[in-house]
């Protein structure tokens, strides 16, 4: 609930008016963040950049993989025929999401009893050991077991979203949550920028890396290595970050005066979040989109580096990295400069609507851009993978802002919790299931009915369809301003 943190009163907050009456408490951290926002009207650019790096090291090893998992995997000898190695890449990719999923709404809730700031802190010394272990992997099931504990062990990214939402006043909230989603897509690009251009440094760079060195041995051991050694410095700065969680109990007088300043509405108790449709429209909408966009990330990097016969681009992998670089590079620059702006004329919905709409042509034009061939074919398909990010994270960033919006702050940790739960089990499900699909596509390269990759690009749009459906009313619900806000 965005409405919570300014400076109007906000009849369903029982802390806003407690601050105003009786003066900031002055061993209460969220009453020190409360303060220093009504102290400072401007952007906190610090904050910003804390909220952004605090995302990116959570995001980072989620898609640093796919650009050489089919390598990896393909290493392992598991898979018994070249079209099946996609199928066995799923499978890894989904045991991250598979963790995350069992284990965020425990975050959530542990994020709103002992403070947002103790949940980001753990999640990213999650990211030090185990995606760095990940890198060691020498075995199908080792990639498995550790991507499955980095999974259940990080449930970072719910609290940083209420934190994000916490740390900003209400008029910057959708900068703070842009920067949120921003970071979010940035990771999912350079993730598997930083993949797809470190892996294998021996056969890329063997004037720096030599035979039969730790890199030789472990030929994805070094993108693992520089994602975890960015986490470990994030974590080392985390320690001065601030405690946005209010820790002080409300006393009689306190109710007292409550009573006194909010006429003719109780104070608001804890309600049902399951109960709460404006919250619980929105993350299964958020599930359908996360749904569709780890499966397109997936199914991108896989179709690309697949042989022309396959139907894909025939990319190395600097060839993946080269493509997201650069969509990674303009999602930010969106991000920043136009969202902010566009979402204050068009509100989140509606451009979240714009952007569902314009994707789906886009989509169902990449099987197509692999008819053609050198720097037409990298420029196209450059060229879509930009808009696809920049539609994605502007439908992600619409439904952030309404989650955090439609419950208030004593229950946002637990909010985001249930939503990151909802999302990581349908994004278990993307990896493993774009993985099959696109190995099944390129066994019916011969079909008349959408051959080839055709069909897995036409999947995704069907997922996209639902989800477009599902933002319009009366699916879709927003939470309702009072009265006293409407006439402020």
């Known amino acids: 609930m965005g409405d919570h943190f300014s400076n109007k009163n906000d009849e369903s907050s029982y802390k806003e008016p407690l601050l105003k009456n009786h003066g900031y408490h002055e061993n209460c951290p969220g009453c020190k963040v409360e303060e220093a926002k009504q102290r400072h009207e401007g952007v906190p650019i610090k904050y910003v950049f804390s909220v952004w790096m605090l995302t990116l090291c959570t995001t980072l090893p989620i898609g640093c993989l796919f650009p050489f998992l089919y390598f990896m995997v393909r290493d392992f000898g598991i898979a018994k025929e070249e079209a099946d190695i996609s199928s066995y890449a799923g499978y890894v990719g989904s045991s991250y999401m598979f963790g995350r999923g069992l284990s965020s709404i425990p975050w959530g809730i542990i994020a709103d009893r002992y403070g947002r700031k103790h949940a980001i802190v753990t999640g990213i010394a999650t990211v030090v050991v185990f995606n760095t272990l990940f890198g060691c992997s020498t075995s199908f ?5 550790t991507r499955f504990l980095l ?3 990080n449930g970072s990214l719910g609290p940083i979203k209420a934190y994000a939402t916490e740390l900003f006043r209400e008029e910057h909230q959708a900068l703070g949550l842009s920067t949120v989603s921003a970071a979010w897509g940035m990771g999912l690009v350079l993730g598997p920028a930083v993949g797809g251009y470190s892996a294998q440094p021996v056969e ?4 720096l890396f030599s035979k039969g060195s730790l890199f030789d041995k472990f030929p994805y051991f070094l993108p693992c290595l520089i994602i975890s050694i960015l986490a470990f410095a994030v974590l080392v700065a985390s320690i001065w970050l601030p405690e946005t969680l209010h820790n002080h109990k409300i006393t009689d007088e306190d109710e007292e005066a409550l009573k006194s300043e909010i006429t003719g509405k109780k104070i608001q108790n804890d309600e049902i979040l399951l109960l709460n449709w404006p919250l619980m429209s929105s993350i299964i909408i958020y599930c359908v989109f996360s749904l569709h966009d780890i499966t397109y990330t997936e199914v991108f990097s896989l179709w690309a580096v697949s042989p022309r016969w396959l139907g894909g681009l025939n990319f190395s992998t600097d060839g993946v990295g080269n493509v997201l670089s650069i969509s990674g590079v303009s999602l930010l620059l969106y991000q920043i400069l136009l969202y902010p702006f566009l979402e204050k004329v068009c509100g989140p919905v509606r451009l979240a609507h714009i952007s569902g709409v314009i994707s789906i042509p886009i989509l169902q034009s990449h ?10 074919m990298d420029l196209l398909i450059t060229f879509v993978s930009i808009l696809m990010l920049c539609f994605s994270q502007t439908i992600i960033t619409g439904l952030f802002l309404l989650q955090n919006r439609a419950v208030e702050q004593h229950q946002r940790g637990a909010a985001n919790g249930i939503a990151m739960t909802g999302m990581s089990l349908f994004k278990a499900l993307g990896p ?4 099959a699909l696109l190995s099944w596509s390129e066994k019916r390269l011969d079909a008349s009915f959408l051959p080839g990759p055709h069909m897995v690009f036409f999947v995704l749009n069907l997922v996209a369809a639902l989800g477009l459906v599902m933002m319009f009313k009366p699916f879709l619900a927003e939470k309702k301003k009072n009265t006293s806000e409407r006439l402020q």
């Open 151 to 153: 999974g259940v062990l």
């Open 367 to 376: 099987p197509f851009i692999a008819l053609l061939s050198g720097f037409p």
């Open 432 to 435: 493993a299931g774009g993985g």
């Open 204 to 207: 890329k760079y063997p004037h």
């Open 141 to 145: 099931w080792m990639a498995v077991s």
